[in-house]
C-alpha cells in the first residue's frame, strides 16, 4: 500500500543533508554530478544517489547489508522503530543545505552505475601494479605521480582498472590484465583521464589508457593532460571529446596520439571532428604516430623515445591548423 508520508520523506529529504547532521562529511574529490561521497569519524563510507523514480538512496562501501533509501539509513543510525524514524524526519521535510554544506542537485542514475559505482568503489587505488609495469613497461613512478596519481585502480583478482567518466560521473570502467581485457558490466564506455592541473596547455588522446600513460613515459610533459576513448567510440564519447577540447586554455595543443595503422587513422580523423566541434579557432592540432611501431606501448617496450616535431607555424584552428604526421 502507498504510504505519501514515507515517499515524501525518500523524494524530498535531501539524504546528504541529513547525513551531515548525523557527522557524515562530502568527500568532494569523489562526488559526481550524479553520486555524493561522504564519511564520518568512524570510517564509515557512503554513497548516496538519486534513482529514476526520485528517490535518495545510498549505500555504505565498508558494508554490504547497510543500503536503501533515507528510511534504512535513519533506522539503522538512530536504531528505532518506523514509528522514531517517521518522527525523526518530519522536521527534516522541506529542509535545505545550511553553510558550509553547499549542493549541486543529484541528477538521476539508472540501477547499472550505481552497481558499477559500488565495484569500482571497493576497489584500492594502484600507485603500482605488477602487470603494468613488469608486462607493459609503465614506470611505477608515473603511476604514483600527481598527474596519474588516483586514476588507476586494482581490483580483488589483480586487474588495473582504468574508471571511464561521463557528465553524471563515473560510467564504467575497463580492465586489463595479461591475456585479459574487460569492461564493466552495466557500465558505458566514455572517457579516461588524467588528473587536470590549471598550468596545461596540452591535451593528448590516445586510443587506450596504456597507450596515454606510454605516451607519458616515453615524452614527460608537465604541461600535459591525456584521454583515452577506449578504441572505437560511441556517439555520446565525441560530445565528452569536444567538452575536454573546448576546456583547455588559449591557444592551448590538442594531440591526436593513436595507433600508426588504418584504425588508428580513422580515430584521428574522429579527434579532428570533435576538435572542429569545438570551435576554438584558437587552438592547435596536432597528429602523431609511434615511429616505426604499431603503438605507443610496444614503442616504450623497445625503450626507443623518438624526438617529436614542435608545433607547426600554421593559422590556429583551420582544416590544416597545427596538423603534423610523424613518418610511420
Not at 147 to 158: A, K, L, N, Q, S
Request: hydrophobic share 40%; charged share 30%.
Amino acid at each position: 500500500m502507498f504510504d505519501r508520508e514515507l515517499d515524501a520523506f525518500k523524494t524530498e529529504v535531501d539524504l546528504r543533508v541529513y547525513a551531515a547532521s548525523l557527522g557524515y562529511e562530502l568527500d568532494r574529490k569523489e562526488c559526481w554530478r550524479g553520486s555524493a561521497v561522504m564519511r564520518n569519524a568512524a570510517g564509515d563510507k557512503i554513497v548516496i544517489k538519486r534513482d529514476r523514480d526520485g528517490h535518495f538512496v545510498y549505500f555504505s562501501v565498508r558494508d554490504d547489508d547497510d543500503h536503501g533509501t533515507i528510511i534504512d539509513f535513519a533506522k539503522r543510525r538512530i536504531r528505532g522503530s518506523l514509528g522514531h524514524v517517521r518522527k525523526e524526519l518530519r522536521s527534516w521535510l522541506g529542509r535545505s543545505a545550511e553553510p558550509p554544506l553547499s549542493l549541486e542537485p543529484l541528477q538521476p542514475v539508472s540501477k547499472d552505475r550505481t552497481r558499477v559505482l559500488r565495484a569500482f568503489l571497493s576497489m584500492r587505488d594502484a600507485p603500482a601494479h605488477p602487470y603494468l609495469e613488469q608486462t607493459r613497461g609503465i614506470p611505477a613512478a608515473l603511476l604514483a605521480g600527481e598527474r596519474f596519481r588516483g586514476c588507476v585502480r586494482v581490483d580483488r583478482r589483480g586487474n588495473a582498472v582504468f574508471p571511464h567518466f561521463d557528465a553524471d560521473g563515473l560510467s564504467g570502467y575497463e580492465l586489463k590484465n595479461r591475456d585479459f581485457t574487460g569492461f564493466a558490466s552495466g557500465g558505458a564506455k566514455a572517457l579516461w583521464m588524467s588528473n587536470s592541473l590549471t598550468t596545461d596547455s596540452r591535451l593528448v588522446f590516445c586510443e587506450s589508457a596504456i597507450d596515454a600513460l606510454s605516451y607519458a613515459a616515453l615524452y614527460p610533459d608537465t604541461a600535459a593532460r591525456y584521454a583515452s576513448i577506449g578504441g572505437k567510440p560511441n556517439p555520446s564519447q565525441l560530445e565528452l571529446m569536444r567538452a575536454a577540447v573546448a576546456r583547455m586554455p588559449t591557444g592551448a595543443e590538442v594531440v591526436a596520439a593513436m595507433d600508426a595503422d588504418a584504425s588508428g587513422r580513422d580515430l584521428v580523423g574522429i579527434v579532428r571532428g570533435a576538435f572542429d566541434l569545438a570551435g576554438r579557432a584558437d587552438l592547435y592540432f596536432v597528429v602523431r604516430e609511434p615511429d616505426g611501431f604499431k603503438d605507443w606501448n610496444d614503442q616504450l617496450r623497445a625503450n626507443r623515445p623518438t624526438v617529436l616535431p614542435c608545433r607547426p607555424g600554421a593559422v590556429a584552428g583551420s582544416s590544416e591548423a597545427g596538423a603534423e604526421r610523424m613518418p610511420v
